[in-house]
């Protein structure tokens, strides 16, 4: 991969929660690079940390600090090694996390190439490129439970491979500042579903 990531790019590239970045760098579980005087959002991750820091989050505790330190020893001792032992009867697959890192990285390289910002344009609210669709609104819809037969029907411009797009993107670039609302990113209410709760109490 030989890039470096921010935190939020570790984490859509990785698969996990960006907090869980954050708390892997905070307990020093990988170490980040900064330049001096940069913010926290400035703190990067090499290729190797972000593979240590997906393994650290799927294995949970199952490995004491002591094996944890070992393992990340020999993943290092060999960098493309498909399985490393963590103790006596636990083995690691790294190459599939390492796989699975690989394809978010190629997925985010794409949806890079395919979003576009320009003043002119929603006043440079992120787009696919060739259309006004806001990628971060279609990733909330997506959030939100939309499915992605609504979304492709009511944006038809897009197709099926713009969706996952929107996902990791927006994943890799959080929206800075106050959450903009649906009328903001461009999007409209359809229907309104008023649900009335009953005043008895529950048994």
């Known amino acids: 991969m030989s890039r470096t990531f921010t935190p939020a790019e570790a984490a ?13 760098i905070d307990k020093r579980i990988v170490i980040a690079h900064s330049r001096p005087g940069a913010i926290r959002s400035k703190r990067t ?10 393994i650290w989050k799927e294995m949970g505790g199952a490995l004491t600090p002591e094996r944890r330190l070992a393992l990340f020893a020999e993943i290092e001792r060999q960098p493309r090694a498909k399985t490393v032992k963590a103790g006596e009867y636990l083995i690691v697959d790294v190459g599939a996390a390492r796989k699975d890192i ?6 985010l390289a794409l949806a890079e190439a395919e979003i576009t910002t320009s003043k002119a344009v929603l006043g440079g609210e992120p787009v696919f490129k060739g259309t006004r669709i806001p990628v971060r609104l279609v990733a909330a ?10 979304i492709l029907e009511g944006y038809p411009k897009l197709d099926g491979r713009h969706l996952p797009m929107a996902r990791v993107w927006s994943a890799a670039h959080p929206a800075v ?3 903009k609302t649906l009328a903001d990113k461009g999007g409209t209410i359809r229907s309104k579903v008023v649900l009335k709760t009953s005043s008895k109490p529950s048994a």
């Open 12 to 24: 859509a590239v990785a698969g996990v929660d960006v907090k869980a970045v954050q708390n892997a």
């Open 45 to 54: 991750l090499t290729d190797l940390s972000v593979l240590k820091v997906k």
């Open 102 to 107: 690989e394809k978010g990285v190629r997925d």
């Open 141 to 150: 819809m997506l959030h939100d439970g939309a499915s992605e037969a609504e």
């Open 177 to 179: 500042g106050r959450p």
